[in-house]
């Protein structure tokens, strides 16, 4: 027998990285988690179920991972959606 040792008490909140998003992180929201790793943009699908890392920033949807893949400064390579 598999025991989850989570409490189901605990309450994850997080908010989108996208620029001027103010949005929160709902239980069923499709989120994304989106980093820069040795200068390549990527974007993985967000799982509660593993800690983010220091430079992860997630993002609400679609049109706020584009907006962190355009930066403040010169565009970056894109290596996909997904894991």
């Known amino acids: ?3 989850d040792k989570r409490n189901p008490y605990m309450v994850l909140t997080v908010r989108c990285a996208g ?3 103010t949005n929160v ?3 069923a929201n499709h989120w ?6 040795e200068g390549v943009f990527v974007c993985r699908a967000y799982s ?3 800690s ?7 993002v609400c949807g ?3 991972a584009h907006l962190r893949l355009r ?4 565009c970056r390579t894109f290596s996909g959606v997904g894991s």
């Open 52 to 58: 983010l890392r220091e430079h992860d920033e997630p």
């Open 1 to 3: 027998m598999s025991s």
């Open 19 to 21: 620029a001027g998003c």
């Open 25 to 27: 992180r709902g239980h």
């Open 48 to 50: 509660s179920q593993i």
């Open 32 to 37: 994304f988690v989106t980093s820069v790793e």
């Open 62 to 64: 679609q049109a706020c």
């Open 71 to 74: 930066g403040p400064g010169p």
